[in-house]
């Protein structure tokens, strides 16, 4: 590919056309997957195997109604309890699902949901995954705030009461580097009192130095566990080594980080073994590092360009449920978040249930804030977003929604000593 990445089809030079049309129809001219680049850090990988085998090995049709019947009477969640609440015979259990996941959530978290927002500080990214609005193919507006920029963006923030912010870029260290990262860690700390990143993966030196720089916790998504289905997915890049984006969480524990959070973009593959690998991801971890705290995401597909080249597999609102639901039983002192993919109405009724964390005043795009959250013109130009929200409720607004249903939104429950 030719040095600007950041450029359509439409817009492409021959030789370059022909490298995208070689990589997504000659599985010969992508590079392993399953190998390291040069300067990715390796760590050992007993954690990834044993995730991996219990997912392959995972045939969920063999459920029955009594293997879930008996997972929700038992005090603890074996593996193979979980297995049987993700699977289909679980569907018509629902509500008893509901129901103790809903005690678990009481007993771990009282009543209290979190609330944040993330930020988009720039959508420059290197790599050809075929299903994210932000890939190196994609004709959009690319953009890259200064530190002026993300700073007016944070205190637009911070002055509708948010305490915890999300820091998020595209997947390119060209435009994006750890340095710059860093500085913007360095200006969130000045108006949050929680930090979070999902980024590109870096190395335990490198998250050791943005945890310094102010970053508490680390967001991945492994996207899919399946790996033979994200080589199809991730065509071109860093991103397209599997098992490093794997290791991420770890070695973000490694270099300090409070927290780290796990998910699979549900509806990219098998929902069922993703949502079981993700799951296992987060226990062996928190039994590897019980200081840690760990938490979920659960993001369905949202509509994005190129949908149409990845043929998608629906995930429903039950199912949905039924993943997070599986999840509180499974693992009862996680967080699990709920993002602005989803509706109001679903997202009001999962936190009552199991969710304990959810985004408010939700932009995915570069630099819009001062437009979306004062309704002036913004000062600068704008950059396109990553995919489409469903729920995008201001601060004000979630707060007294979540207050109505008789919950506790929380801001920050940290203090700086």
Known sequence: MENNFFIDSE??????????????????????????????????????????????????????????????EHETCSIEDFKALLSPAAAPFLEKMAQKARKETGK???????????????????????YC??????????????????????????????????????????????EYIGDACKLAKKYFRNVGLE??????????????????????????????????????GHKRVWPYRFEAQERA???????????????????????????LHAYYLQRKYPHAEISLSCPRLRPIINNDKINPLDVGEKQLCQIICAYRIFLPFAGITVSSRENASFRNGIVKIAATK???????????????????????????????????????????????EGLQPVLNDYVDV
């Open 11 to 72: 817009f492409l030079s021959e030789k370059a056309l022909e490298k995208k049309h070689r990589l997504e129809n000659d599985p010969s001219s992508r590079t392993n997957h399953m190998e390291y680049m040069e300067g990715m850090e390796q760590l050992d990988h007993t954690v990834m195997n044993t995730v991996m085998e219990q997912m392959k090995g995972y045939d969920y049709t063999k459920y029955t109604a009594k293997d879930v019947r008996a997972a929700l």
């Open 133 to 178: 609005g932000f890939n190196c193919y994609n004709h959009i507006n690319r953009m890259k705030l200064n530190k002026e920029q993300i700073e007016r963006e944070m205190k637009i923030i911070a002055d509708s009461g948010m305490e915890e912010i999300l820091i998020l870029t595209g997947e390119s260290r060209s435009m994006s580097s750890v």
């Open 358 to 404: 959810v985004s408010a005043g939700v932009s995915t795009g570069i630099g819009d804030h001062e437009s979306k959250y004062t309704g002036k013109n913004a000062e600068s130009e704008e950059g396109d977003e990553q995919f489409e929200i469903s729920d995008g409720r201001s601060l004000e607004q979630m707060y007294r929604d979540i207050s109505e």
């Open 199 to 236: 980024v590109y993966p870096v190395n335990t030196d490198e998250y050791r130095y943005l945890h310094e720089c102010g970053a508490d916790y680390v967001t991945v998504f492994q996207e899919t566990y399946d790996s033979d289905k994200y080589e199809t997915l991730h065509l071109f």
């Open 253 to 279: 524990l490694l270099g300090g980080m409070r927290g780290v959070a796990f998910s699979a973009l549900l509806g990219l593959s098998d929902f069922r073994k993703d949502a079981l690998a993700t799951a």
């Open 108 to 130: 771990h978290f009282g009543n209290t949901v979190y609330v944040f927002t993330p930020l988009y500080i720039a959508n420059y990214c290197e790599n050809y995954c075929v």
